[in-house]
């Protein structure tokens, strides 16, 4: 059974900041992994999809990396503006569903 | 393209009531899976259909049901309502053509406060 983590929970940083989310799975047998954007009451917004074989995806400021073999990924978000604060999840697949994790809660102060 | 739309936006009901909740996915889009999320359980898969078939289903009680049509589009349902099944309920679509898994696409989600 898939499960996947996110650490940290919650994280404030002042604007301009360079950060890093984490996103571990137990089961490195996935095709792809996927990181979402969620604001409040919203639903989700897809930000980047990696394929197993790639280990990073970039869209503008946002870069995703990924490390089957450690199960882990990482998204990198530079020069961070209030406008990125929302909760960030990742969703790793099993079988024809998504797991997720619990997400990461970003607060970008002015 | 217009994205994945769900119907209706809010929703209140009392207990023991039922209500049927649609989502329209991506034109061309084939998968609608559905995932309830609440404060305390976070994300939660429900059910996925694929060409009218139901393909797999989580951990939830006979009480909630879903259906898709040959437009693609679906329905899930939930009867005799309790207070826990208030949550936003969220609605993905994707091609899923060749590969086992494509990149998910959600809609705005149904809010569902049960009374």
């Known amino acids: 059974k898939q499960e996947v983590t996110q650490i940290p929970a919650a994280l404030s940083v002042p604007e301009g900041e360079n950060l890093v989310l984490n996103c571990s799975f137990t089961?490195?047998?996935?095709?792809?992994l996927q990181w979402f954007r969620q604001d409040p009451g919203k639903g989700l917004t897809s930000l980047l999809l990696?394929?197993?074989?790639?280990r990073e995806q970039t869209s503008g400021r946002l870069n995703a990396s990924l490390d089957k073999s450690s199960g882990r990924s990482t998204l990198y978000i530079a020069a961070s503006q209030p406008g990125d604060s929302a909760t960030y999840l990742c969703a790793a697949p099993a079988g024809n569903m998504l797991t997720f994790g619990g997400g990461t809660r970003l607060m970008v102060k002015p | 393209k217009a994205g994945v739309t769900q119907t209706p936006r809010y929703l209140i009901k009392t207990r023991g009531q039922q209500v049927t909740l649609s989502c329209s996915p991506i034109s061309g889009h084939r998968s609608v899976s559905w995932y309830q999320q609440t404060p305390g359980q976070g994300l939660q898969f429900l059910f996925e259909?694929?060409?009218?078939?139901?393909?797999n289903k989580g951990n939830f009680p006979g009480r909630f049901s879903g259906r898709q049509f040959s437009n693609s589009r679906s329905e899930m349902n939930v009867s005799t309502l309790e207070l826990g099944d208030s949550a936003l309920y969220l609605c993905?679509?994707?091609?899923?053509?060749?590969?086992?898994?494509?990149?998910?696409?959600f809609g705005p989600g149904t809010r569902l406060t049960v009374l």
């Open positions: 259909y694929f060409s009218e078939t139901q393909r």
């Open positions: 089961d490195s047998a996935i095709y792809n």
């Open positions: 990696i394929q197993s074989s790639q």
């Open positions: 993905a679509s994707s091609w899923t053509g060749g590969q086992p898994w494509n990149e998910q696409f």
